[in-house]
Structure formats: C-alpha cells, structure tokens
C-alpha cells in the first residue's frame, strides 16, 4: 500500500501483492520489494517513511528491511508501526479477564453453533425471513480476520432478540440463554461497549480492506 502527493491531494492506493517463495528474511522482502518499484518506474528517492508490523525481518538493525531499504536511497526512511496492526496486537493480547475476551468467549459458541451446523443454520435463516429481518446471517468470527471481532459483535446485537427465541426452542447453554435474557446483565453494557468504542476502527479497516478487494478484482 502506498500514499502519495498529487496535485489534487493525498492519494493511496495497494501498488502490488507480492508472494513470496522460499525464505522470508529482510534480504528476500527487501529485493522484492525493491525489484517491484523499478518495475512500477517508482523513484525510490521520493520515498521517506515505510510502515510495518515490526517483525524482526522488517526491523533488524543490520539486516532488516528498512535498513537494507535505507542503504539504497540518500536520506534517511522514517519507520513506523502500522496503527491497523497495532489494534489487532493489543486485542490479541487481552488478558483472561478482560471484558473483551468475556463476551466474545460468550458469543463465539452462540455463532458457531447456529452457523456450523447445517440444519441450526437453515432453521435460523428461515426465522429470520419470516420476520422480514434486514439481516440474514450471523458473523462468524475469525481470529486471522481480526476485524471480523468487531463485525461480529455488532451483527449478533442486532439479531440478539431473534437468538434468544431460537437458543431457547434448541436448549442451548443455559447458563448463556440466562445472560442473553437478562437486558441489565453486565454482559449487554460489555457487549454494547465494545460495539460503540470499535466503530470507527471498523470502519477504517472496512476502508483498507476495501480498497484491497478493489485492487484484487482488477
């Protein structure tokens, strides 16, 4: 991903994905990555910052990326840690008794038990439709898609009343279906929490990913 200055202002847009075969070392990355901007006919002079995810191939004093980056221009490249990654890292490393990891260890099973069995999955839908929902699917949640936490929070508050009739009729966890129909259970002010506080995260990574997707179907 690259942004840049044109005349009618800031611009950015994915420049190219670049797999990569064989070792990953700074070396490899920063051949490729080299390699790809003399085919984009990129001046790498006019480069000044690189964001990464501070992996140790990416900032290794002698053989990182942004060193061996650094070596091939004439003024020094700012490096920083990219604020997408960041978020992600911190709500990986929740502790056990963050409210966080509390909700989601609550709501993950509800999900996967309406989404992974087929016949749970075909029930639900149809309630959903009978009741002319605007939703017809819960969000699974994903631990590589990390943005998908949030997503999913979201989508399963919307449909919280819809799950709680069904969860009943299918004798799920009791303990669960008691939290989900207490609306003053600490478990609702954690979940609405999350929800509100992470909106504009999502929406700023539903703007990377977007123009991701984009970039892909070119």
Request: with cysteine; charged share 25%; proline share 3%.
């Amino acid at each position: 991903m690259v942004k840049y200055i044109t005349a009618s202002g800031v611009q950015e847009e994915l420049l190219e994905l670049l797999p990569m075969k064989g070792q990953t070392r700074g070396e490899n990355i920063a051949e490729s990555v080299l390699k790809c901007l003399e085919t984009k006919n990129i001046n790498i002079e006019r480069i000044v910052s690189i964001a990464t995810d501070e992996a140790p191939s990416m900032i290794a004093k002698n053989k990182g990326v942004i060193k061996l980056f650094s070596s091939h221009v004439s003024h020094e490249i700012i490096s920083f840690h990219c604020i997408l990654h960041k978020e992600a890292l911190v709500a990986k490393s929740l502790g056990p008794t963050s409210q966080l990891k509390n909700v989601m260890e609550i709501i993950v099973p509800i999900v996967n038990f309406i989404r992974t069995k087929l016949l749970n999955h075909r029930i639900f839908t149809a309630l959903l439709e009978k009741m002319d929902f605007i939703h017809k699917e819960l969000v699974t949640f994903t631990a590589v898609r990390w943005l998908s936490r949030e997503k999913t929070l979201k989508r399963f508050s919307e449909c919280l009343s819809e799950i709680t009739k069904f969860l009943a009729v299918k004798n799920f966890n009791e303990e669960h279906c008691k939290l989900l129909k207490n609306p003053f259970f600490f478990f609702f002010k954690q979940l609405r929490f999350q929800q509100g506080c992470k909106q504009p995260l999502i929406n700023v990574g539903s703007y990377w990913n977007k123009k991701d997707e984009d970039c892909r179907a070119r």
